[in-house]
């Protein structure tokens, strides 16, 4: 399907998806993972998993991982002194930001600007408070 038709159709979407995911568990694999639009439109998984008996992964945690090994990178190449450095994180209450900056908090970065729509604001501060 194209991102129209999975827009236009999002039952269907999920019912394909299903079938994928048992025909995937019938052939031995233990986890699917959803990507692009399949993420969004079964709310990361939740709207499957109670379908199926395989794991579901939805890709946020891979990308929050890549996302601040890029940033530890451009650190280390443009020979920045990480404590004098602040860095924002755009979406900070959503999947990828939260787990982006509990990442970057745990490897020493202190200055962190968390950044999200005011319907997050909750989301923003608990995220501070960890």
Not at 53 to 67: A, C, D, F, L
Not at 92 to 102: I, L, M, P, R, T
Not at 112 to 127: A, Y
């Amino acid at each position: 399907m194209i991102a129209n038709q999975m827009i236009e159709n999002r039952s269907l979407v999920i019912k394909r998806i299903v079938q994928a995911a048992k025909l995937a568990e019938k052939t031995g694999a233990k986890i699917i993972g959803l990507g692009a639009l399949t993420t969004s439109l079964t709310k990361g998984g939740i709207e499957i998993k109670d379908k199926i008996n395989i794991n579901v992964t939805s890709g946020y945690t891979y990308t929050s991982i890549i996302v601040t090994e890029h940033v530890f990178k451009a650190i280390d190449k443009l020979n920045i002194d990480s404590a004098k450095i602040l860095i924002a994180i755009v979406g900070a209450g959503g999947n990828v930001g939260s787990s982006s900056a509990k990442i970057l908090a745990e490897r020493g970065m202190n200055n962190l600007l968390l950044i999200d729509l005011l319907h997050r604001k909750d989301k923003i501060n608990n995220l501070s408070n960890e």
